[in-house]
C-alpha cells in the first residue's frame, strides 16, 4: 500500500474535508483519506489500480488541488 500527506491550501473547512474525502474515496483502490482542517494536510493512503497521479487529478478536478 502507498500513501502521501499533501497540502492542500484550499481546505477552509470541514465541508471541503468531507467533500474531499467523498470524491478521493470513489476511486477504485483508494483505502483511507484522513485530513485535518486546521493543518490543511491530507493524508491518502491507497493501492492499484489507483495511483497518485489520479488521485491529484480528482483533488484538482473537486476544486482542492494539492501542492
Ligand atoms: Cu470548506
Redesign the pocket.
Known amino acids: 500500500m502507498e500513501s502521501k500527506t499533501v497540502n492542500i491550501p484550499k481546505i477552509?473547512?470541514g465541508?471541503?474535508l468531507m467533500n474531499i474525502k467523498r470524491e478521493v474515496s470513489e476511486l477504485p483502490g483508494v483505502q483511507s483519506v484522513e485530513g485535518d482542517v486546521a493543518t490543511k494536510k491530507v493524508t491518502v493512503q491507497w493501492e492499484a489500480p489507483a495511483t497518485w497521479d489520479k488521485i491529484a487529478e480528482t483533488l484538482k478536478d473537486a476544486g482542492y488541488p494539492a501542492e
Do not use: E, R
Open positions: 477552509s473547512c465541508h471541503c
